[in-house]
């Protein structure tokens, strides 16, 4: 005989227990804050619109002071270099006989430039030899060493004349000269044996060197 | 003074001078241009003078070679050495001389024999410290002064 288990009696449901008390503010509060402490370490995450702005500028360039001497030593990474111009030279100088030479001194930088210039001279014949500055004109040399008349002159503005130079650079031109950017001007130089020279200097030998000393306007 | 006083004396003037105001900087370019080699020349003497005789011996041709020719001083001394004239200064590229024994300016000379010197010169100031000589016989006849290459 089976067993007919009675039937269960579904136990009635019963409705949700309401506890009857009402939400409190110091509940509201408490859940507010929660809400903005779980926020606060993730930040950013509310969009806003922005817009910024930049200036920016063209190129600055430094300006160069760049001083040619015959269209040689041009750029300044050949700044202070050294030309040495073999056709301003006399060989077998008689007491009286001179050489002349002229050259440009441009200014191959981008702001104009002002320059004097030093000069130096070295061997035993330096003592005798007279050197004269002209600028604005060109050398003209006429003669012959066989007459022994070999002469050198300069057209032009003298800027200093007949002084010596020795061992130690000298200001041979103090008053400076000024040169526009992409200007030059012609400089003319004599070199002299003087009339009165010892008897004793013949057969030596001396070379002269002169700085063109250019600076930037303004200094 | 000690040296650590002399130490931070030097250390403040090289702050001081450091510190100065206005020590803008300047561009500068500073070139140089060399000249070539200017040589004095060297007066050299002619090497030996040559002596032609004329055929009446009214005059000697004196005639030299020399390099660089820059130019001749010609002079005669008299017999013992002591006393010269100048004959002549010749100028570069001029190596010859003709001694006329009529000229006024011989008639300084002594008779006999007496010597030639030709040196070397050059700007009026430069001669050489060699010379070359050559000897000649002066001497007086019928027919006036002569000269003759000794």
């Not at chain 1, 030279?89 to 702001?111: D, I, Q």
């Not at chain 2, 660089?68 to 002079?75: A, D, L």
Request: hydrophobic share 40%.
């Amino acid at each position: 005989m089976s067993r007919h288990a009675a039937p269960r009696r579904r136990a009635p449901r019963r409705a949700p227990r309401r506890s009857g008390r009402s939400t409190t503010p110091f509940t509201v509060v408490a859940l507010v804050g929660l809400a903005v402490f779980l926020l606060m370490p993730t930040g950013g995450t509310f969009a806003f619109w922005s817009d910024e702005g930049t200036m920016r500028s063209a190129d600055f360039s430094a300006g160069s002071v760049d001083v040619s001497l015959d269209g040689n030593l041009v750029g300044t990474a050949a700044n202070g270099g050294t030309w040495t111009q073999n056709s301003f030279a006399l060989a077998a100088m008689l007491p009286g006989e001179s050489k002349a030479v002229s050259f440009a001194v441009g200014n191959a930088g981008t702001t104009g430039l002002t320059y004097a210039i030093r000069g130096s001279a070295t061997g035993a014949l330096a003592p005798a030899l007279r050197f004269s500055v002209y600028v604005g004109g060109t050398a003209t040399n006429t003669g012959t060493a066989a007459s022994g008349n070999r002469t050198g002159t300069c057209a032009g503005t003298a800027l200093a004349q007949n002084f010596t130079l020795g061992g130690v650079e000298n200001e041979v031109v103090s008053q400076r000269r000024t040169i526009g950017a992409g200007a030059s001007e012609t400089v003319c130089v004599i070199a002299k044996l003087d009339s009165a020279a010892d008897n004793s200097l013949q057969g030596t030998t001396g070379t002269a060197s002169f700085v063109l000393d250019g600076r930037q306007v303004g200094v | 003074m000690r040296r650590a006083t002399l130490v931070v004396l030097a250390v403040l003037g090289a702050w001081a001078v450091v510190s100065v105001p206005g020590t803008t900087a300047a561009f500068t370019d500073a070139p140089t241009t060399k000249t070539g080699t200017f040589a004095a020349a060297t007066i050299s003497a002619p090497s030996s003078i040559g002596c032609t005789n004329e055929l009446n011996h009214d005059y000697v041709d004196l005639a030299w070679t020399a390099s660089p020719n820059t130019g001749y001083r010609v002079t005669l001394w008299d017999a013992n050495n002591t006393d010269y004239v100048t004959l002549a200064v010749l100028p570069a590229g001029t190596s010859s001389y003709r001694l006329d024994a009529d000229a006024a300016t011989q008639y300084w000379m002594d008779l006999g024999y007496q010597t030639v010197y030709v040196r070397g010169v050059a700007g009026g100031n430069w001669i050489s410290n060699n010379y070359a000589t050559r000897r000649i016989n002066h001497h007086y006849d019928l027919w006036g002064y002569n000269a003759i290459c000794a």
